[in-house]
């Protein structure tokens, strides 16, 4: 038997995978691990089996295996650092509550710059998974003067620069996916935001218990008036709008750019929100028609909600901006719900560089 502690960011997917081996194994030779479910905390031992059954997983890129979180994409910034360094350039734009890096990823060298952003909320990691697999092909594509589907992407991306933020939340996907340990720095106020409770699926927040989508200045009254008055696992505005690092760092890489339109990826419902209070331009109905056709989503106009950053873009700019909620189901989606989010999804993201 060979020992393992626990690292941060590790789940019983992560683990089994590093080693090689089922998650089922894994929970045999650690008895005290009830099923896959459970966290597994950062210097805890494990017990990892000699004995390994040999299996062979198909290997894709398109098939989500274990979660996906502020560890995972630290580990992939720095394979696209060796392997792309000449056509992406990697941006840290600010600092989570925790001090977790939030990164903007750029690719493209023309003039229309255009924004995509994801892992807002805890429990909807899937959107910085399919950003990251979406970014990695477009750069293989781009590096290899390959079509992406029929997209001739080396063509795009001379007249277009994209950014992405992949994970706006790393604090609270972290805490979706390995929960709460008495070493953690926020280990009370996070229990007491929810109630004692130590599952966390249900978190959508950031750490400090914040929505992130709600912090907003378009209509942030409104959206606090109706939502929780204090800290809570999702829907709490706070106590006014862009208090929380997170919203800053994407707030103010707004503002030095002047984004053609934004697109912003959520978790769920397969539809995509295009309106807010008849402020968006003419031009955003034809553009999310386009979308919808690429992806099957339904196009809505507005969401019963205020205070979010789609909508605050539209209402400051003027400019077109969507929220594309991925995916059906419960959040956090199931590892299975990846291949049809990257189905629908791909084409859509490919379509929205050349609205």
Not at 186 to 211: C, M, P, T
Not at 282 to 294: C, G, N, P, Q, T
Request: hydrophobic share 35%.
């Amino acid at each position: 038997m060979q020992t393992y502690f626990v690292r941060e960011g590790d789940t019983i997917h992560k683990v089994a995978q590093r080693f090689q081996i089922r998650p089922l194994e894994l929970l045999m030779a650690n008895k005290h691990i009830y099923n896959d479910r459970e966290y597994i905390y950062p210097g805890e031992q494990m017990i990892i089996p000699k004995e390994k059954t040999l299996f062979k997983r198909v290997s894709s890129p398109y098939i989500c295996t274990m979660e996906y979180g502020p560890t995972d994409l630290e580990e992939d910034i720095k394979k696209l650092k060796k392997h792309f360094s000449s056509i992406i350039s990697i941006q840290k734009i600010g600092k989570s509550v925790m001090g977790k890096p939030i990164h903007a990823l750029v690719i493209g060298s023309g003039k229309k710059e255009v924004f995509y952003s994801a892992g807002w909320h805890a429990n909807e990691w899937l959107t910085s998974k399919f950003l990251m697999v979406f970014l990695k092909q477009l750069l293989q594509c781009y590096q290899s003067n390959l079509s992406f589907f029929h997209y001739n992407i080396r063509e795009i991306l001379n007249d277009v620069k994209l950014y992405i933020v992949p994970m706006v939340n790393p604090d609270g996907v972290e805490l979706v996916q390995q929960g709460i340990y008495e070493e953690h720095p926020f280990y009370e106020s996070v229990l007491k935001i929810n109630k004692g409770a130590r599952r966390f699926d249900h978190w959508s927040s950031n750490i400090r218990g914040v929505d992130l989508n709600h912090q907003w200045p378009a209509g942030w009254e409104i959206e606090a008036k109706e939502s929780p008055q204090v800290p809570w696992p999702r829907h709490y505005s706070g106590t006014a709008p862009l208090t929380e690092p997170e919203v800053k760092a994407v707030y103010h890489l707004t503002q030095r750019h002047n984004f053609a339109y934004v697109l912003a990826f959520h978790s769920q419902g397969q539809v995509i929100y295009w309106g807010y209070k008849n402020l968006e331009p003419k031009k955003s109905k034809e553009m999310v028609e386009r979308l919808s056709l690429a992806s099957s989503y339904e196009p809505i106009r507005t969401a019963d909600s205020d205070g979010g950053y789609k909508d605050w873009f539209i209402q400051e700019t003027g400019k077109p901006g969507f929220t594309i909620e991925v995916g059906v189901g419960t959040n956090p989606l199931p590892f299975s719900a990846f291949e049809e989010i990257w189905s629908n999804n791909s084409m859509l993201a490919l379509e929205g560089l050349i609205l």
